[in-house]
């Protein structure tokens, strides 16, 4: 079992002693590639270079370095659109309509052409190179992979049930452009280039995940088959899709037996509490029940992803409309923002009383530091007797342990609201 920190990368080499302290084991970067920024670099525009406003290659090469003598890194890449209005565009050079699932600056690939399909193995084959230094886990989180192929007539979706205005994606099911089968055998080329490239490599733990709001059997698909594998772990999302703050212990068991019971047979499982898409696990539950669901996150068996900030409790902070960087807030304007933007979510992390909380010198910042900083940030709980910090750390080191490591697991409701968790080792138990 790995423990995966998704990690803002700003100032990141500085502060990889924390995680290391911390008993992270391996890290998620968000994109790094150069990009216009229209979408937080997701919008990719050059695969194979670092974008200046996080360094260079040999910044990069840096941080690879370091990490090498303290955790182990994994590496992040990475018909209505989904952030709202057409999902096609007129381009005056070319005189043709183009389709963007996402924003205008992100055109979509057509996979159905070899050659693209070529393009891209050479392209994750030249970033496996470049990391070659690089000891210990290693591999890609593929964002938005459900999106990956259109239907080839691209044919009208149908309306939703659901009460949605006419530009807003839930306004159309989408049959067409979601979870396409041909989603599967492309991650399977992927798969089977970091494969053959590590296979030549000692030392080297390949890790390619994907990341899907996908109903259970979609998302399955993504594992493949032991003949034809897929990736390692497609993300596990129930946790945030299944659950609210109003919870029921009840409510909580099912969403972990519905992942286990359809989880195929030798694949990894994985729990994911939150994200940069989602509010913060304070925000959906409530503070006091932060130390619970991390340890929730730690007692089950697989892979436990913890988003930054969320093992020191963070909170999401009020982002004005003028603040506002997220083009799914943008798009719906000032009377609907907050209702669609994730900056909320996405503040920098507290490191300490200083300026900016810590993240930076400047006294402003892309988005906003949350004014609770000079209470809620790492210094003061790594000082403080208890903290979410102390209460993180034990059970990243309670995880090492034979039962949590290789131990089945039973779930009980007790009551309405206490759920109980066993994890043994069966050799371990008293005749």
Known sequence: MKLAHVLAHFGITENLDYLSDLGV????????????????GYDIDNYIDIDPIFGTLKDF?????????????????????VFGGSAWTWDNV?????????????????FRCPAVRQEMKLYRFSVIKISTALTG???FRVDAVSHLFEDYQFRDEPESVLDAEDWEYTFLEHPLTRDLSQNYWLVQEWRQVLDEFASGVDNVTR?????????????MGYYGSSEIPGVHF?????????????CEAEEIKNAIKLWMTKLPENKSANWVLGNHDVPRVSARFGPPLVDAFNMLLMVLPGVA???????????????????????NGLYVGSRRYTKFSRDPQRTPFQWDTSTSAGFSRNTSTWLPVNDNYMKLNLQSQKLAKESHYHVYKRLVQ?????????????????SKYVLTIFRYVKEMLPP
């Open 25 to 40: 084991s391996a890290v998620c970067l968000a994109p790094i590639f150069s990009s216009p920024m229209v979408d937080f």
């Open 61 to 81: 090469e840096r941080l690879v370095e370091k990490a090498k003598r303290l955790v182990q890194l994994a590496g992040c890449f990475v018909q209505l659109s």
């Open 94 to 110: 070319r005189g043709q309509y183009f389709l963007h699932q996402f924003t205008e600056d992100q055109p979509d690939l057509n």
């Open 137 to 139: 886990a290693f591999g």
């Open 207 to 219: 890790v390619i995940m994907t990341e899907s709001y996908s109903d259970i059997k979609d998302t």
């Open 234 to 246: 497609p993300l596990n999302f129930l946790f945030i899709s299944k659950l609210n703050n109003f």
């Open 305 to 327: 992803v913890t988003y930054n900030g969320e093992e020191i409790g963070m909170e999401d902070t009020f982002i004005s409309w003028e603040q506002t960087k997220d083009p």
């Open 398 to 414: 309670a995880r090492r342990s034979a039962s949590l490591q290789k131990g089945d697991v039973d779930i009980q409701v007790v």
